[in-house]
């Protein structure tokens, strides 16, 4: 069966501190996988997707980015902080073959930026 | 872009009752998913209309799908504790998936 791994759970980082948030899948290959973010009261937003090894795409320009450097693991970093970062991170993925594309998410890391 | 807005944003009823949750998009769609969101965890997928369905069930959960208003509405039936959740709709179908601001539901005891 597919499991999906997202670390880690919470955070506390410092305003200017870099981000790396780690998220892996098994028991599939060649997945879609999917950063969400989260913040309070204003549902989810789709930050980066990705159909392949480094091929990835961004919704909302911004200061984090994401790499794909190997097919089932996807990571978000951030060079610099800002406070306007916090919020919980979700990563998903969906099963590369066409279909209907239901996502299935990890268990969130939550990121507070002081 | 918000593909999906749910409404209410928040609905509070007793346990037992029904709870009705709307959603409209804009553009056309593929599909409408569902999902469900624990506090402080990640969404779980409930249910999935195609754009050629006008209604689904799953349990206690019906959807139905009007693609001449854009609309979608959830009902939850004979509703349990265990159902306060946030509850998201999402769309169009192909990806990416676009996720409304969802609506609160809490069921009280």
């Known amino acids: 069966s597919q499991t999906i791994h997202q670390w880690p759970a919470t955070l506390v980082q410092p305003v200017g501190s870099p981000l790396s948030l780690e998220c892996t899948v098994e028991g599939t290959s060649n997945p879609n996988l999917y950063w969400y973010r989260q913040a309070a009261g204003r549902g989810l937003q789709l930050l980066f997707y990705?159909?392949?090894?480094?091929?990835i795409s961004s919704e909302v320009p911004q200061n984090l980015s994401a790499s794909r450097p190997q097919d089932r693991q996807f990571i978000l970093s951030s060079k610099k902080l800002l406070l306007s970062d916090s919020g919980f991170y979700l990563c998903?993925?969906?099963?590369?073959?066409?279909?209907?594309?239901?996502?299935?998410f990890g268990a969130g890391s939550r990121l507070t930026v002081l | 872009s918000q593909q999906g807005e749910e409404d209410p944003q928040a609905l509070s009823i007793q346990e037992g009752e029904n709870a009705t949750m709307n959603c409209s998009y804009k553009?056309?769609?593929?599909?409408l998913q569902w999902y469900r969101q624990n506090s402080g965890r990640g969404l779980v997928h409930l249910i999935l209309?195609?754009?050629?369905?006008r209604e689904k069930h799953s349990g206690r959960l019906r959807v139905t799908l009007d693609t001449s208003k854009k609309s979608s509405s959830l009902l939850i039936t004979a509703s349990r504790a265990a159902d306060t959740a946030s509850y998201f709709c999402?769309?169009?179908?192909?990806?990416?998936?676009?996720f409304g601001k969802g609506t609160r539901l809490s069921v009280i005891a």
């Open positions: 553009t056309s769609i593929n599909n």
């Open positions: 990705s159909v392949g090894i480094g091929q």
């Open positions: 998903a993925w969906t099963s590369g073959a066409s279909g209907a594309n239901v996502l299935t």
């Open positions: 209309i195609r754009s050629n369905e």
């Open positions: 999402a769309g169009p179908g192909n990806t990416p998936l676009v």
